[in-house]
């Protein structure tokens, strides 16, 4: 045991000291350090995404008052929009993934954002993460934007790495240029198409 | 991720091994350890500069600890069965006694009282100094070293009890 310990036989204290290594090392024996980073980055990565998407912790700051009457604009957006899609005869099951490229490579806000952009010039801070945790991250937004959806499940991975192509400049036909895009000017893009909503019309249309 | 925070992953180990001594529940404590960095990074302007950063992230987990206990209204540990197979000894008779001596203690860290417990594991779980767990726990370095030496001398008696100390 680390430290003195008055009124402890030094024989005492020695298996104490065993007792509570042996203990450590039961809980460290399935504790991978590498395992739990890679989730840890996942998580910051969805936490700061779902901080620019969902008011819901801001509202934590407002008060209560505020915080209802924002909740129930945001239900009738949602109900509104849950209605004309629901209308829309156009409306497909499946969704092809090169409709995503196209119907993003023609959206407003998408059109309108330079990849050059200053760091830190949107939304006030960077995001420096690799390829991977963006494909993760637009999975992640995929997911929110499909749990209120009734469609058919389509496949999330094939819709990121659509999605990521476009966001990289790529045409709608083409695979997304890793190597040559710069991951901060990409998720500087992810920030301003999830803050301003254009994902989710970008889904809508697609629907 | 931000420098300020890759430097404190250094201490993963360490934070989910004071998670486990405060909740007893291995599960709970890994979440509870990404918890903790999670609420770190979400003030990373507050952490301070130093060694008094890897103090303030155990003061981070040990909240973060105490409010998962408060929210499940345990107040005492509920004593997690610890996932021995990793460990399984070729000795059944080893093997009795290890599992033995793991219960031995996590009942005995469960009688002590919060405070006596929150510095013993912050000193033998967290391996923090003790001006790291004075800074942690914001109390006095003389309140750091009584309350370490009673948590070590009531738990050993009640090791003593249980038959695993002599």
């Avoid at chain 2, 360490?14 to 990074?41: I, K, M, P, S």
């Avoid at chain 2, 040990?62 to 000894?89: E, M, P, T, W």
Wanted: glycine share 6%; proline share 4%; charged share 30%.
């Amino acid at each position: 045991m680390s430290g003195n310990n008055d009124h402890l036989s030094a024989e005492s204290a020695r298996e104490l000291q065993e007792i509570i290594e042996c203990d450590k090392s039961a809980a460290m024996s399935e504790f991978d350090a590498t395992v739990f980073e890679q989730q840890l980055r996942r998580r910051i990565t969805a936490d700061r995404l779902s901080r620019h998407i969902l008011p819901g912790r801001r509202l934590q700051h407002v008060s209560r008052a505020s915080g209802l009457v924002a909740a129930a604009i945001v239900v009738g957006v949602i109900v509104v929009v849950a209605l004309v899609v629901r209308v829309d005869p156009s409306r497909g099951r499946r969704t092809d993934p090169k409709l995503i490229a196209r119907v993003l490579a023609g959206c407003e806000f998408f059109g309108s954002i330079p990849l050059d952009r200053q760091p830190g010039s949107v939304a006030g801070e960077s995001h420096r993460t690799s390829a991977h945790d963006l494909e993760w991250s637009i999975q992640a937004l995929l997911y929110r934007a499909r749990r209120s959806s009734d469609g058919d499940a389509p496949d999330k991975g094939g819709l990121a790495r659509a999605i990521l192509a476009a966001l990289a400049g790529a045409p709608p036909e083409a695979s997304a240029p890793w190597p040559r895009v710069d991951p901060d000017a990409l998720a500087r893009r992810i920030a301003i198409l999830s803050k301003k909503g254009a994902f989710l019309r970008a889904l809508g249309n697609m629907q | 991720m931000p420098q300020s925070l890759d430097k404190l992953l250094g201490h993963s180990r360490t934070v989910f091994l004071v998670c486990f001594g405060l909740t007893r529940n291995r599960a709970d404590a890994e979440d509870l350890a990404q918890e903790t960095y999670l609420r770190a990074c979400r003030q990373l302007d507050r952490i301070p500069g130093g060694e008094a950063s890897k103090a303030w992230l155990f003061r981070v987990a040990r909240n973060v600890c105490l409010d998962h206990l408060r929210r499940r209204r345990l107040g005492i540990f509920s004593y997690g069965k610890l996932a021995d197979q990793a460990l399984a000894a070729s000795d059944p008779h080893e093997d009795l006694v290890r599992r033995e001596r793991n219960a031995a203690i996590a009942r005995a860290l469960g009688r002590l009282p919060r405070r006596l417990r929150e510095v013993l594991v912050l000193r033998e779980y967290g391996e923090l100094s003790y001006e790291q767990i004075a800074q942690a726990l914001r109390i006095e370095l003389g309140t750091v070293m009584s309350r370490l030496h009673r948590a070590r001398r009531k738990l050993a008696e009640a090791v003593v009890k249980s038959g695993e100390l002599r």
